[in-house]
C-alpha cells in the first residue's frame, strides 16, 4: 500500500512539473469569475465568494484548491473591477497566484456584452522533502522550486437573464522553469500551458416557481483531450438549487444551493470518480461561501440566474 502510495504521489508530481493544469471546480456558474475574467461586475453588484475544494479526499497528494474573488461594478454599471487570489496543491506541489481583473460592459435590450481582462502573477513551489524516493540521491529530487511568472488573460460573455454564452483564456502566457535530470543535467519543462475555455447555459421557465438551467462547459489544453462537464440545474423560488453534473464520464456530482434574502449564498458538491481512476471511496467534497450586495445607487437588488 505503501509503494502503490508513493508511485501515485511521484507520478502527480511529475504531472505539476512538465504541465500544470488548471483546477477543477463544478460551481463555476455560481461564480464564472474563476474561469472567465469577463464576469468582472457583470451582475451590477458587489460580490465576494470563498470556494474550497478536496478532490479525492483520503488519497494521499490528492489535489486540494482554495480561492477567495471580490469584484463590483462602477461608474453606472459600465465597468467593473475585482481581485483574485487562488492557491492549488497537488502532491508536493504548492501553485498560488494573484490576479486583478477588470471588465467592461456594454448594454442593449436586456442584454450585456461584456468584455474581461486579467494580469497578476503566479508562483509556483515544490518541496521535494514531502516525497521519500528509492534514490534519495538522484538531482531530480534533491531541487525545490521557487518560480514566479507574470500572468494575463482575457475573456468574453454575452447575457441575459435566460442565457449566457462565454468564451476566455484566463492565463494566456506560457510558464516554463529550469530543472535537473537524473544526470544534473539542465532543462527547461513547461509550468503551465494555455487553457481554452468555452461555456454556455440557459433558463427555462417551468412555472413560476419552478426554473431548469442545463449548463456546458468545454475546456481545451493542448497535449490533453477535451474536457466537457455536462450540468442540469433545477431552481425554486429563486434561492434553491439542486443539481447534477458529469465531467468527461470520468467523474458524476451532485450540488446542492441555497441563495439568501439578504445576498448570502452557500454551495455544496459531492462527487464521486467514476470508471475505477482512482477508485470509487476516493470522493471529492467542494464548499462555497458568498454574498451579493448592492453598494451603490446603480446596484440591482434581484436575484440573477447567473
Do not use: C
Not at 18 to 38: C, E, F, K, S, V
Not at 173 to 188: E, I, P, Y
Not at 209 to 226: D, E, F, M, N
Not at 280 to 288: A, G, K, L, Y
Amino acid at each position: 500500500m505503501r509503494l502503490t502510495l508513493l508511485i501515485s504521489i511521484l507520478i502527480l508530481f511529475t504531472i505539476s512539473l512538465h504541465a500544470q493544469n488548471d483546477p477543477l471546480y463544478a460551481q463555476y456558474l455560481n461564480n464564472p469569475l474563476l474561469i472567465n475574467p469577463a464576469y468582472t461586475g457583470l451582475n451590477n453588484n458587489f460580490n465576494t465568494s470563498i470556494t474550497y475544494r478536496k478532490q479525492w479526499a483520503g488519497f494521499e497528494g490528492s489535489p486540494s484548491t482554495a480561492n477567495v474573488t471580490a469584484h463590483t461594478s462602477l461608474l453606472n454599471n459600465k465597468m467593473g473591477v475585482g481581485l483574485m487570489l487562488l492557491q492549488d496543491k497537488i502532491g508536493n506541489s504548492n501553485n498560488t497566484e494573484i490576479q486583478g481583473t477588470y471588465a467592461y460592459k456594454i448594454g442593449f435590450d436586456d442584454k450585456y456584452l461584456s468584455f474581461g481582462l486579467q494580469a497578476g502573477i503566479l508562483n509556483f513551489r515544490s518541496d521535494n522533502t514531502l516525497i521519500n524516493p528509492y534514490d534519495k540521491g538522484d538531482a531530480v529530487f534533491m531541487q525545490n522550486q521557487n518560480i514566479t511568472k507574470p500572468s494575463f488573460g482575457a475573456g468574453i460573455i454575452l447575457k441575459s437573464d435566460r442565457f449566457l454564452i462565454g468564451l476566455s483564456v484566463p492565463r494566456m502566457l506560457k510558464a516554463t522553469g529550469t530543472f535537473l535530470d537524473s544526470a544534473s543535467n539542465a532543462f527547461q519543462a513547461s509550468l503551465y500551458s494555455q487553457h481554452f475555455y468555452a461555456t454556455t447555459a440557459y433558463v427555462f421557465y417551468l412555472t413560476q416557481r419552478v426554473r431548469l438551467k442545463p449548463s456546458i462547459l468545454v475546456k481545451a489544453v493542448k497535449g490533453a483531450p477535451v474536457s466537457i462537464d455536462y450540468q442540469t440545474n433545477i431552481i425554486l423560488d429563486e434561492k434553491y438549487i439542486a443539481g447534477l453534473y458529469i465531467r468527461n464520464l470520468n467523474s458524476i456530482g451532485a450540488l446542492i444551493q441555497f441563495k439568501f434574502t439578504k445576498g448570502y449564498r452557500f454551495g455544496y458538491v459531492y462527487e464521486i470518480p467514476l470508471r475505477n481512476s482512482v477508485g470509487t471511496q476516493f470522493n471529492t467534497h467542494e464548499i462555497s461561501l458568498g454574498i451579493n450586495l448592492s453598494l451603490f445607487s446603480s446596484h440591482d437588488t434581484f436575484i440573477s440566474n447567473f
